[in-house]
């Protein structure tokens, strides 16, 4: 990967515990990933949403194992938890990484996805939806109105537990992956009822 891309410091740590959080994150979006080629053809993910893409870094990681494909990286550039975050600034990021021909940049409301109901094969995300409060029902509901009936979301974030039955109202949850070291953050293989 070229070293000048940059997919920033979270709110609330450092550079170095970004980037320790990430490979842990990678790590669990990889197994996640590898559960969903055994499971299904690979080749039935063609339309992919990631959602609050930030600095592009889920964008990078779906990529990395879906090529086949074309993702739609939504976030508003506003409201980020991460420092600095642009939409230049993630365009940059998948210039340097070679994949702008497989990714499309839109900002917009992660609440109001400007996208058909059932557009999207699989919708990913990673710590965004904890930073909604009282909204996040209404972001979850989104991506459930915009995923295919046999769509999948990859839905990772902090205090999960804390939302599971409004989660469950919507998707079975197929899968749970929890790093060993932060208990707060869990990855939801999630499919929809």
């Known amino acids: 990967m070229d070293k000048r891309v940059d997919f920033g410091v979270y709110h609330h740590s450092s550079r170095t515990e970004s980037e320790e959080l990430r490979k ?10 590898e559960k969903l080629r055994i499971e299904n053809d690979a080749e039935k993910f063609t339309k992919c949403l990631d959602a609050g893409c930030g600095s592009g870094f889920v964008s990078y990681i779906l990529h990395e194992s879906f090529k086949n494909t074309h993702i739609w990286a939504i976030d508003n550039f506003k409201d980020s938890s991460l420092e600095n975050n642009s939409v230049e600034k993630t365009v ?12 499309t940049v839109v900002k917009a409301d992660l609440k109001k996805i400007p996208y058909t109901d059932g557009y999207f094969d699989l919708a990913a995300s990673s710590l965004v939806y904890h930073n909604f409060g009282h909204d996040l029902f209404l972001g979850i509901k989104e991506i459930y109105r915009v995923l295919k009936d046999d769509g999948i979301f990859l839905y990772g974030d902090i205090f999960i537990e804390k939302n599971i039955n409004q ?16 208990k707060e953050y869990s990855l939801l293989m999630l499919s929809k009822k």
């Open 92 to 103: 940059n990021n998948f210039e340097r990484l070679g994949i702008t021909d497989f990714i």
């Open 167 to 182: 989660i469950k109202a919507l998707f079975n949850v197929e899968n749970t992956l929890k790093p060993e070291y932060m």
């Open 24 to 33: 842990t994150i990678v790590s669990l979006f990889d197994k996640a990933a």
